[in-house]
């Protein structure tokens, strides 16, 4: 049973969330994410979900421990975190979507005491995409509130039944089990914009329920890099 909190969120392209926490309760978070917390507050870190869980979030590229923040006062106190870049915040009811989510390595941010986080999936893609580091998801599991984080602007979509969508992979924050996915290669004239390894997109099939982001971290890291390199100048 996942602990019942309240949460605020503050701020427009780069949000920080404000969890306010009744004695005994708590949350648990990725590492280095935490901004701020009040008198009360007690952080531990720990391998959450055993240490097989552990080793699995480690050989993708995750945190081997997850820090969990617990009020051990008497009284309510806030412990706040803050996105890695740019984006929005989005809250979920695990029970509202049937108790479980698929997401996108680094997406998620926090969640409620007793949400199970562990690694659902893994495929490399290639140099190219994602740091070397492939597609990974993680699996969140209960009945509380969970927190994910999307670059850029989010989109929410509803698949009927045998709908389909086919979505760049970067693009994919997550969506329900009930999904479908496929992973597939898309060769041709642009293998050159793409170091030469092509397009990954994700063909996604309803029924179920689909988060998407406009700006995938992978992207920007790709702009912020093009513009350090300009015709004519060489970079020191």
Same mark, same amino acid.
């Given at each position: 049973?996942?602990?019942?909190?309240?949460?605020?969120?503050?701020?427009?392209?780069?949000?920080?969330?404000?969890?306010?926490?009744?004695?005994?309760?708590?949350?648990?978070?990725?590492?280095?994410?935490?901004?701020?917390?009040?008198?009360?507050? +007690?952080?531990?870190?720990?391998?959450?979900?055993?240490?097989? =869980?552990?080793?699995?979030? *480690?050989?993708?590229?995750?945190?081997?421990?997850?820090? @969990?923040?617990?009020?051990?006062?008497? =009284?309510?106190?806030?412990?706040?975190?803050?996105?890695?870049?740019?984006?929005?915040?989005?809250?979920?009811?695990?029970?509202?979507?049937?108790?479980?989510?698929?997401?996108? +390595?680094? =997406?998620?941010?926090?969640?409620?005491?007793?949400?199970?986080?562990?690694?659902?999936?893994?495929?490399?893609?290639? =140099?190219?995409?994602?740091?070397?580091?492939?597609?990974?998801?993680?699996?969140?599991?209960?009945?509380? *509130?969970?927190?994910?984080?999307?670059?850029?602007?989010?989109?929410?979509?509803?698949?009927?039944?045998?709908?389909?969508?086919?979505?760049?992979?970067?693009?994919?924050?997550?969506? @329900?089990?009930?999904?479908?996915?496929?992973? +597939?290669?898309?060769?041709?004239?642009?293998?050159?914009?793409?170091?030469?390894?092509?397009?990954?997109? @994700?063909?996604?099939?309803?029924?179920?329920?689909?988060?998407?982001?406009?700006?995938?971290?992978?992207? *920007?890291?790709?702009?912020?890099?093009?513009?350090?390199?300009?015709?004519?100048?060489?970079?020191?």
């Amino acid at each position: 049973m996942s602990h019942t909190i309240d949460y605020q969120i503050y701020g427009d392209d780069l949000q920080v969330i404000e969890i306010l926490l009744d004695p005994d309760e708590g949350v648990q978070a990725e590492i280095g994410s935490m901004m701020y917390m009040e008198e009360g507050i +007690k952080m531990n870190t720990r391998v959450e979900g055993g240490i097989f =869980s552990g080793l699995k979030r *480690l050989v993708t590229g995750e945190n081997f421990f997850v820090s @969990t923040f617990e009020n051990k006062g008497r =009284s309510q106190a806030k412990v706040a975190f803050a996105a890695p870049y740019p984006g929005k915040i989005v809250a979920l009811n695990l029970q509202d979507l049937g108790g479980a989510l698929l997401c996108q +390595k680094d =997406s998620f941010l926090c969640a409620a005491r007793g949400i199970d986080v562990d690694i659902a999936f893994t495929k490399r893609l290639g =140099s190219g995409f994602f740091g070397g580091e492939g597609f990974v998801l993680q699996k969140l599991e209960g009945d509380g *509130l969970a927190f994910i984080h999307a670059g850029g602007t989010i989109i929410k979509k509803e698949l009927g039944r045998k709908e389909e969508l086919r979505v760049d992979t970067g693009c994919v924050v997550g969506f @329900t089990p009930d999904v479908d996915y496929k992973i +597939k290669f898309v060769g041709g004239f642009r293998n050159a914009l793409f170091g030469r390894e092509g397009v990954y997109l @994700t063909e996604l099939e309803g029924p179920g329920t689909v988060y998407l982001q406009s700006l995938p971290f992978s992207r *920007l890291v790709d702009r912020i890099f093009a513009t350090q390199i300009l015709p004519g100048k060489t970079n020191e």
